[in-house]
Nanobody, 125 residues
Framework: QVELVESGGGLVQAGGSLTLSCVAS????????MGWFRQAPGKERDFVAG????????LYKESVKGRFTISRDNAKNTVYLRMNNLKPEDTAIYYC??????????????????WGPGTQVTVSS
């Protein structure tokens, strides 16, 4: 069992920045692909970014490319999501998730085995 806990959410004005963190309890954290997802009110949970165990494979949702950066520190069991130039449409609950598949980054939510409780990000216009 892997426990994930996100932090770093909050209220920010459009154009501002936030950095989300997700700490994992697993000793085998470095073997997991990690992903960030988000869910806005009334919408489905969507893939935002994902990173393979080594960081060699990284994928982004098209609408966040150039603004968001995913990274990980395996020594700290932590994955980050740096969000710049935030827009009101980025408002959502952000979740981190772990996928036991080794070496790949997959986008569907059902591919991920463990989820954190989420952290709210609100971007005001």
């Amino acid at each position: 069992q892997v426990e994930l806990v996100e932090s770093g959410g909050g209220l920010v004005q459009a154009g501002g920045s936030l950095t989300l963190s997700c700490v994992a309890s697993a000793r085998a954290f470095s073997r997991y692909t990690m992903g960030w997802f988000r869910q806005a009110p009334g919408k489905e949970r969507d893939f935002v970014a994902g990173i393979s165990w080594s960081g060699a494979v990284i994928l982004y949702k098209e609408s966040v490319k150039g603004r968001f950066t995913i990274s990980r520190d395996n020594a700290k069991n932590t994955v980050y999501l740096r969000m710049n130039n935030l827009k009101p449409e980025d408002t959502a609950i952000y979740y981190c998730a772990a996928d036991r598949t080794y070496g790949m980054v997959r986008q569907p939510t059902y591919q991920y085995d463990y989820w954190g409780p989420g952290t709210q990000v609100t971007v005001s216009s």
